[in-house]
């Protein structure tokens, strides 16, 4: 049991349309983040939210729009997306606060996202 | 740009074997991370090495952390066909104090443990 939930688990969209991944955590962590994992890359970062704020933006291009109403959810909308953006996107949250422990991340399942 | 380099990428053993994977880096970070994800999952995290030289030992699985906090070392004994899964690396680095963990990955290292 994960405690990290994301829906979709499975995405196809066309080029041209708009849609949503939503994750929702149930640890009680204060910061979300969103990565992008494709074959033969590194898991690669892509935002960061932390009480609710966004402190990172890894160059990612402006059609990956996230977005975190509170501490438990997470979002990220996606619109006009190209073939190279298909991946698996995978949700994480940490506890948010101090020590070393309070850094370790906790997955969410992904959503595997297919671009036509 | 901090880089993690995780030995080897693939990985075939037969069930009772030993192996070790790396992970190797230039830069120091403030912890070390291993995490296991298997097909159709997110990764789970398995241990955080904090303090240089340290040995933490998870049942079959050892882990180490170098001296310096530049590398680490994944060894598991007797490997079973359950082992088998993506094995990844996670270097912490948060400086300025941040509050939130700025990870860097390693490519990962694949693990088939056949029967």
């Known amino acids: 049991e994960t405690g990290v939930t994301q829906t979709p688990r499975h995405l196809v969209m066309g080029m041209t349309n708009k849609k949503s991944l939503k994750c929702e955590q149930h640890?009680?962590?204060?910061?979300m983040y969103w990565y992008k994992q494709s074959a033969k890359k590194p898991l690669e970062l892509m935002f960061v939210y932390n009480f609710k704020e966004q402190t990172e933006n890894n160059s990612v291009p402006s059609r990956f729009s996230p977005e975190c109403p509170n501490s438990s959810h997470l979002f990220l909308h996606l619109h006009t997306l190209q073939p190279e953006d298909s991946a698996l996107y995978l949700c994480?949250?940490?506890?948010?606060?101090?020590?070393?422990?309070?850094?370790?991340?906790?997955f969410g399942p992904g959503t595997r996202l297919t671009v036509t | 740009t901090q880089l993690l380099e995780q030995s080897p990428q693939f990985l075939s053993i037969q069930e009772g074997e030993n192996l070790t994977v790396y992970c190797n880096s230039s830069s120091v970070f403030s912890s070390l991370q291993w995490y296991r994800q298997e097909p159709g999952e997110g990764p789970v995290l398995l241990v955080t090495?904090?303090?240089?030289?340290e040995v933490k030992k998870l049942k079959r699985l050892t882990f180490q952390f170098g001296d310096a906090r530049k590398d680490s070392s994944l060894h598991i004994t007797a490997a079973q066909p359950g082992d088998t899964g993506l094995y990844l690396c996670a270097g912490l680095s948060n400086a300025g104090g941040t509050s939130y963990g700025k990870l860097t990955f390693g490519q990962g290292t694949i693990l088939t443990v056949h029967p």
């Open positions: 640890l009680g962590h204060n910061a």
């Open positions: 994480a949250s940490s506890q948010g606060t101090s020590g070393v422990f309070a850094y370790e991340q906790y």
């Open positions: 090495v904090v303090t240089g030289g």
